[in-house]
């Protein structure tokens, strides 16, 4: 009975925080990325918010792209869908066609992604961040509650949400991610179209594809197709991670599509046609302080090697102010726990398990760990999880421990990972 009133209870929840908002929603999609803090299977529920929101009027969308660009809608597009294609809590997004052509050439043309934020969403996100704000305040005062420095999460969360109603934000971040994968033939983004960038609408190229859940979901058929997109997720992320130190920080496979090489199959082909990947809706980014990406590094080494005492010391340093307050017990019991893992019987212990019963004791010892790291490290599992069952014989762990254990990696990484993915 209380398992169940606990189901109904989570399901609550998520349902309540749908239909509370935009602030709301993208709170409890935040914290589906905190085990640290919240417990499992509320991170689970959470994790599957609706962010479908009823989309805007056309002749909102028509208004808000003249007033951007100063010009009149026909003057930049051809041809423009008036039902959006999707829409989320943010933005909806419209499939067009643009006007412009170079001049004396003859090309195809070129067809856009227009995302529009909706109207007073910015103002609506405020208010509402203003009561969750209040609650976190209240929480301080609350012995039980005091540890989680909700006010503190609370304020990384307005930065979070707040960057994500930016648009121009983001077409920055897709630049540089652009930038950052430029030599690499299996992974792209979609390529903002500047000038036509402004903080309420984002023209980008419209990226054809299926969705990597699509393949995550599929019991049998496509495995060398399903091999290929775990080898170049996790190399991706792994790069992101290690030599860019820039990640794309909301890795859900509705986040990605998959092409896949078009024309007639030869078996020639079928042998060494491999699937392309794109990225999208890069609003949620993460970057590390040089500290953070050593510790978290040197975490992940240990947790690969089942060494618990150095994952639990590892662990400790990553907050700025750790306030736990019983860290030998924290570190006596990863210490077990690794220790059974490192025996026969618990050898089958997948090491991405290891992590996700590491931050729940995290969560029971009340220990700190900094926001922007336990994002890296949430990406990582999600990432992890999906990779999972593409293929499971790719071990996802395996590939980041053989990484982190090359001699002089640190000056070699570059070039094995950039290597490992080349043309």
């Not at 227009?114 to 996100?125: L, T």
Request: net charge positive; proline share 6%.
């Amino acid at each position: 009975m209380g398992e169940n009133f606990r189901k109904i209870w989570l399901h609550i929840v998520r349902v309540t925080l749908e239909k509370a908002g935009p602030a709301f929603i993208k709170w409890g999609q935040w914290t589906a990325t905190r085990p640290d803090l919240f417990p499992r299977d509320l991170c689970t529920e959470l994790s599957k918010l609706h962010t479908k929101a009823p989309a805007h009027s056309f002749a909102y969308t028509k208004k808000t792209i003249e007033k951007a660009f100063g010009r009149k809608l026909p003057e930049i597009f051809e041809d423009f869908e008036e039902e959006p294609v999707a829409s989320g809590s943010i933005a909806q997004i419209h499939r067009a066609t643009l006007r412009f052509r170079y001049p004396g050439q003859k090309s195809k043309p070129i067809v856009v992604a227009v995302k529009v934020r909706h109207p007073g969403v910015g103002e609506s996100i405020r208010t509402d961040f203003a009561i969750i704000n209040v609650v976190a305040k209240i929480s301080n005062f609350i012995p039980a509650l005091k540890w989680l420095r909700l006010d503190e999460s609370v304020q990384q969360f307005a930065v979070f949400m707040m960057s994500q109603v930016d648009l121009a934000r983001e077409a920055a971040q897709l630049s540089r991610f652009i930038y950052n994968f430029r030599q690499w033939k299996d992974v792209s983004f979609p390529k903002p179209l500047y000038p036509l960038v402004h903080p309420a609408v984002l023209v980008e190229t419209f990226e054809n594809g299926e969705s990597v859940a699509a393949y995550v979901d599929e019991n049998v058929g496509h495995e060398r197709m399903k091999s290929a997109l775990a080898h170049i997720g996790t190399h991706a992320l792994l790069k992101m991670l290690l030599v860019d130190n820039f990640i794309h920080a909301d890795m859900h496979p509705r986040n990605i599509l998959v092409r896949v090489p078009k024309g007639k199959p030869s078996r020639k082909k079928l042998f060494k046609s491999r699937p392309h990947v794109i990225f999208l809706d890069v609003g949620m980014t993460a970057e590390l302080s040089k500290s953070d990406r050593v510790n978290l590094l040197e975490f992940f080494k240990a947790v690969a090697v089942r060494d618990g005492r150095t994952a639990a010391e590892c662990t400790l340093r990553l907050s700025k102010q750790q306030n736990c307050p019983t860290p030998k017990a924290f570190i006596e019991e990863v210490s077990k726990s690794f220790a059974f893992w490192g025996t026969p019987e618990g050898d089958i212990v997948h090491p991405a398990d290891c992590m996700h019963h590491l931050l729940e004791q995290v969560r029971r010892h009340k220990v700190n760990v900094d926001g922007n790291v336990c994002t890296v490290m949430v990406t990582m599992l999600v990432l992890e999880g999906w990779q999972r069952k593409l293929d499971p014989d790719y071990d996802f762990m395996k590939t980041l421990q053989t990484l982190l254990f090359k001699k002089d990696w640190a000056e070699s990484l570059v070039y094995t990972i950039e290597g490992l993915m080349a043309p």
